[in-house]
């Protein structure tokens, strides 16, 4: 079973809708990523959260909004979204702890999320 | 800049047989490198990693990798392949980022058919 959750796994939204992805973990991870993922494509990183601070954004449109209120909880915030933004949106979540993180990540099973 | 590659993008197999899956990667430093699995509308699993140390590293459901720098390859191996395998492969290496956190680049992965 997965430890990261995300939801919705399902969200359908219109080009002028403001909604939210959340995403939350319980293993004590400090850095908490955002993963893009197209049909027959592999995942592409948006963004990067270490110690609930922005670590990298990959030059996301600004139409996508992230936010990490506290450790174990990171938030994508859409608005005004295109129909090209439909994608399977993976969370993940790694341990993190000066100079010896471990890697690996952790996936959430994603947010299916089509725009129309 | 980082790089993996997959050169086969579908593979088929029969239930009983062995199993190998290349991925050859680029990178400057020694890499952190990982294959991860994933089902039709799932997230990604981790079978297994490789950081340091031994080159022939075990992963979860009966899979193996071997790291060969000579070669910069790190394919993925399973003796016996079960139906219950078929599933995309996605393998993927990583660095850490100075920020915080790990920025993993994934190769365009692998498509497993098992036939009965």
């Known amino acids: 079973d997965t430890e990261v959750t995300q939801t919705p796994k399902h969200l359908v939204m219109g080009m002028t809708n403001k909604k939210s992805l959340k995403c939350e973990q319980h293993?004590?991870?400090?850095?908490m990523y955002w993963y893009k993922q197209k049909a027959k494509k592999p995942p592409e990183l948006m963004f990067v959260y270490s110690y609930e601070k922005l670590s990298i954004n990959e030059s996301v449109p600004s139409r996508f909004s992230p936010e990490c209120p506290n450790s174990s909880l990171l938030n994508l915030h859409l608005h005004a979204l295109q129909p090209e933004d439909s994608a399977l949106y993976l969370c993940?979540?790694?341990?993190?702890?000066?100079?010896?993180?471990?890697?690996?990540?952790?996936f959430g099973e994603g947010s299916r999320l089509t725009v129309l | 800049a980082q790089s993996v590659t997959q050169p086969d993008i579908h593979i088929t197999v029969s239930e009983g047989a062995s199993l190998e899956l290349r991925c050859n990667y680029s990178y400057g430093a020694t890499p952190y490198l990982f294959w991860y699995v994933q089902s039709p509308g799932q997230g990604l699993q981790l079978l297994l990693k490789?950081?340091?140390?031994?080159?022939l590293v075990q992963g979860i459901k009966g899979f193996e990798a071997e790291f060969k720098r000579s070669q910069s390859s790190f394919n993925l191996r399973k003796p016996s392949v079960h139906w219950s395998d078929a599933a995309e492969y996605f393998c993927a290496v990583g660095y850490i980022l100075t920020g915080g956190g790990n920025k993993l680049t994934f190769g365009t992965g692998t498509q497993l058919k098992v036939e009965l």
């Open positions: 993940a979540s790694s341990q993190e702890w000066r100079g010896q993180s471990t890697g690996e990540l952790f």
């Open positions: 490789y950081f340091s140390g031994d080159t």
């Open positions: 293993m004590g991870h400090r850095a």
